[in-house]
């Protein structure tokens, strides 16, 4: 993340690191996504220089681009960053409370972009050079001082050619924004603000967002979710992410939400849960492949040709007899050696190195590493399948 505040005014120079100018100011392209396209350059006579974006070769630090790239005009659909947006600007929010925008947010995803605008004590603060200084006194006075972020998802940049900013109606423009980017936004505001987002999405929308927050948010959002509501977004979550978020919450309110899932999502979790209570459990993963003994090679070519996605969760597919104890092991290239009418278990490994939800990730990881294995099986007292650890969970 970059902040024009800290590149307006860098030293530009050469591939050669000769003197060319400072950076007076930038120019995107008024789109929804904001692209950087040209950067306006004030050399040591004061003669203003715009030229491509696409020169820069170094944007952090000094400013390195290459010299002999040619003069451009503004077009049409362009605007200043620090003369449009950063200059006096200000925010309509909701049609009557004003606010101004005291930064402008950059991104490079993959090439630089407007992520949003900072209209916040924090952003002026940086702006004049003191933002450290009020980190300090905030701590000192025990008064922890939040960033103020609009993503630029809800700015409506073509408003800036009329000298103001217009916000959009966030209903119907939070949707536009990537899961993962809303819920970067989010996780550099307060917790007031993630709520007040977080309650005008649909649930498949909130859960997406909800999944990639920072544990905190999360356990927080939870908490003030009612149970039908947490019940209908954990539904939505990955199960390792939904034990994850239920483990924060006390028994009575865990317990709660738990009835209201599905009987196979109950289950699954109630499982994760007890398993994330062993020595081994928060590296123990459900994602593997088993087959019956008796299954031909065909048979089994033609389930995963059915779960392409299960199928590629590990090189090895592993054996359970009719009771569903573990009894053998082989890998996809092993499989693919074999005829299409050849039963798994005329070629499976027969002595397997096993561990169990009482094992310590350290014997696991040495276990691993003398018999030049890249995962083990985890098995319960009956023998029976409870998951697998792979070496990079247990990586001293």
Same mark, same amino acid.
């Given at each position: 993340?970059?902040?024009?505040?800290?590149?307006?005014?860098?030293?530009?120079?050469?591939?050669?690191?000769?003197?060319?100018?400072?950076?007076?100011? #930038?120019?995107?392209?008024?789109?929804?996504?904001?692209?950087?396209?040209?950067?306006?350059?004030?050399?040591?006579?004061?003669?203003?220089?715009?030229?491509?974006?696409?020169?820069?070769?170094?944007?952090?630090?000094?400013?390195?681009?290459?010299?002999?790239?040619?003069?451009?005009?503004?077009?049409?659909?362009?605007?200043?960053?620090?003369?449009?947006?950063?200059?006096?600007?200000?925010?309509?929010?909701?049609?009557?409370?004003?606010?101004?925008?005291?930064?402008?947010?950059?991104?490079?995803?993959?090439?630089?972009?407007?992520?949003?605008?900072?209209?916040?004590?924090?952003?002026?603060?940086?702006?004049?050079?003191?933002?450290?200084?009020?980190?300090?006194?905030?701590?000192?006075?025990?008064?922890?001082?939040?960033?103020?972020?609009?993503?630029?998802?809800?700015?409506?940049?073509?408003?800036?050619?009329?000298?103001?900013?217009?916000?959009?109606?966030?209903?119907?423009?939070?949707?536009?924004?990537?899961?993962?980017?809303?819920?970067?936004?989010?996780?550099?505001?307060?917790?007031?603000?993630?709520?007040?987002?977080?309650?005008?999405?649909?649930?498949?929308?909130?859960?997406?967002?909800?999944?990639?927050?920072?544990?905190?948010?999360?356990?927080? #959002?939870?908490?003030?979710?009612?149970?039908?509501?947490?019940?209908?977004? #954990?539904?939505?979550?990955?199960?390792?992410?939904?034990?994850?978020?239920?483990?924060?919450?006390?028994?009575?309110?865990?317990?709660?939400?738990?009835?209201?899932?599905?009987?196979?999502?109950?289950?699954?979790?109630?499982?994760?849960?007890?398993?994330?209570?062993?020595?081994?459990?928060?590296?123990?993963?459900?994602?593997?492949?088993?087959?019956?003994?008796?299954?031909?090679?065909?048979?089994?070519?033609?389930?995963?040709?059915?779960?392409?996605?299960?199928?590629?969760?590990?090189?090895?597919?592993?054996?359970?007899?009719?009771?569903?104890?573990?009894?053998?092991?082989?890998?996809?290239?092993?499989?693919?050696?074999?005829?299409?009418?050849?039963?798994?278990?005329?070629?499976?490994?027969?002595?397997?190195?096993?561990?169990?939800?009482?094992?310590?990730?350290?014997?696991?990881?040495?276990?691993?590493?003398?018999?030049?294995?890249?995962?083990?099986?985890?098995?319960?007292?009956?023998?029976?399948?409870?998951?697998?650890?792979?070496?990079?969970?247990?990586?001293?």
């Amino acid at each position: 993340m970059l902040y024009f505040s800290e590149l307006k005014g860098k030293s530009v120079v050469d591939l050669n690191d000769s003197y060319i100018g400072r950076l007076d100011d #930038l120019v995107f392209k008024s789109a929804p996504a904001a692209p950087v396209t040209k950067l306006l350059v004030r050399t040591p006579s004061g003669e203003q220089h715009l030229l491509q974006f696409s020169a820069v070769k170094k944007i952090n630090g000094t400013i390195k681009i290459d010299s002999s790239a040619p003069r451009v005009n503004l077009e049409e659909n362009e605007l200043f960053v620090g003369k449009n947006i950063a200059d006096q600007q200000v925010i309509d929010i909701s049609g009557s409370k004003m606010v101004r925008v005291n930064d402008v947010v950059f991104v490079q995803h993959p090439t630089l972009r407007i992520s949003g605008v900072d209209v916040g004590l924090l952003g002026l603060m940086r702006w004049v050079g003191i933002e450290d200084q009020l980190f300090r006194l905030a701590r000192f006075i025990g008064k922890p001082i939040s960033p103020r972020f609009l993503s630029w998802a809800d700015v409506a940049p073509l408003e800036l050619a009329r000298g103001r900013v217009m916000m959009r109606k966030q209903e119907t423009n939070l949707k536009k924004l990537n899961p993962e980017d809303l819920a970067g936004h989010l996780d550099r505001t307060n917790i007031r603000n993630v709520r007040r987002i977080v309650n005008l999405l649909d649930e498949n929308y909130a859960a997406e967002v909800i999944n990639n927050l920072n544990v905190t948010f999360q356990t927080t #959002l939870f908490k003030s979710f009612s149970p039908e509501r947490a019940a209908k977004i #954990l539904e939505l979550l990955d199960p390792d992410e939904s034990v994850d978020i239920l483990m924060t919450l006390d028994r009575h309110a865990r317990s709660k939400i738990l009835t209201l899932l599905a009987l196979d999502k109950q289950s699954e979790i109630n499982e994760l849960i007890h398993i994330s209570r062993t020595p081994i459990g928060d590296a123990v993963s459900l994602e593997f492949y088993e087959v019956g003994a008796d299954w031909t090679v065909g048979k089994v070519k033609q389930k995963m040709r059915a779960e392409p996605e299960s199928s590629m969760q590990s090189l090895n597919v592993y054996v359970v007899n009719q009771d569903d104890s573990l009894v053998g092991v082989f890998d996809l290239f092993e499989l693919l050696e074999q005829s299409d009418d050849t039963p798994v278990y005329k070629f499976m490994i027969q002595n397997l190195i096993t561990i169990h939800l009482s094992t310590p990730k350290e014997l696991a990881w040495k276990k691993m590493v003398k018999y030049k294995l890249g995962s083990l099986p985890v098995i319960d007292n009956e023998k029976k399948l409870v998951g697998v650890v792979r070496w990079f969970d247990v990586l001293p």
